[in-house]
Nanobody, 118 residues
Framework: QVQLVESGGGLVQAGGSLRLSCAAS????????MGWYRQAPGKQRELVAA???????NYADSAKGRFTISRDNAKNTVYLQMSSVKPEDTAVYYCNAERWVGLRLDHWGQGTQVTVSS
């Protein structure tokens, strides 16, 4: 059974920092591309940052220079370090594990709430 469990969300003041973690089980973590998505109320889910199985990273423009995605294959965990957060970063953050084998295989976590106060 595949599980992605996010943690680290909470309430933070604007300008502060937060680190999200996503622990994976039930998959061969090292061969999956991992991503962090977010969904704010009334908005569509959007990609925040992604890291391939080979360690290549990609960021949404809104996250560049402020957020850092990393992974620890030994711990089956992906992280999102959030710095200089803004009220517009308020959303539910979801972890995603993706792999292409002719078709897309992906798994989602349950999400963790991040609220940034001004």
């Amino acid at each position: 059974q595949v599980q992605l469990v996010e943690s680290g969300g909470g309430l933070v003041q604007a300008g502060g920092s937060l680190r999200l973690s996503c622990a994976a089980s039930g998959i061969i973590f090292s061969i999956y591309d991992m991503g962090w998505y977010r969904q704010a109320p009334g908005k569509q889910r959007e990609l925040v940052a992604a890291i391939t199985s080979g360690g290549i990273t990609n960021y949404a423009d809104s996250a560049k220079g402020r957020f850092t995605i990393s992974r620890d294959n030994a711990k089956n965990t992906v992280y999102l370090q959030m710095s200089s957060v803004k009220p517009e970063d308020t959303a539910v953050y979801y972890c995603n594990a993706e792999r292409w084998v002719g078709l897309r295989l992906d798994h989602w976590g349950q999400g963790t709430q991040v609220t940034v106060s001004s």
